[in-house]
């Protein structure tokens, strides 16, 4: 993808089997079709949406690795009705790009935030972290405005895209 003369960097969007990636990717783009499962790397306008099964299995890592250098930003989502992390410890450090965590479900009753961040911090010790909900709305636009403002797009360039 181009922007101008120079090839336009994504966020790339990493997290477990059923963690809310795809469904996150929907609601940043604005859409409320339910999220079908990631079979393989999507890339998206500014997005990439990965497979679950990459963070869930060491032997993939390298391919998230090598995926990164096309990325400016790693977001790292977090399901809030989730016990355990899948990734180990400085996950996020092992990349060449800035990570920022997400933590997806919010509104779900067996949602607890404070032990989502806890495990996040596992995986990316510093950053940003989101609290949103895909079905409720919740901090979708403020994080859309902050994704583009990283990436140097407006909402008009969006629309270009």
Not at 64 to 89: G, N, R, Y
Not at 129 to 150: A, F, G, M, Y
Request: aromatic share 6%.
């Amino acid at each position: 993808m181009k922007q101008g003369k120079k090839t336009l960097k994504r966020i790339m969007i990493i997290g477990s089997v059923g963690a809310g990636k795809s469904s996150l990717m929907q609601a940043l783009f604005r859409e409320d079709q339910p999220a079908r499962k990631t079979q393989s790397l999507e890339y998206r306008d500014w997005l990439i949406d990965t497979p679950g099964e990459y963070t869930e299995n060491p032997m993939y890592y390298r391919s998230l690795m090598a995926t990164s250098f096309e990325a400016c930003m790693l977001m790292i989502v977090q399901d809030a009705t989730a016990k355990h992390i899948a990734l180990p410890h400085g996950f996020a450090g092992g990349f060449p790009i800035p990570a920022m965590g997400v933590i997806t479900k919010a509104d779900h009753p067996d949602a607890n935030p404070e032990r989502a961040e806890s495990l996040l911090r596992v995986a990316m010790p510093e950053g940003e972290v989101w609290l949103t909900s895909s079905l409720t709305k919740h901090n979708i636009e403020p994080l859309r405005q902050k994704l583009l403002q990283c990436l140097g797009l407006s909402e008009a360039d969006v629309g270009e895209l």
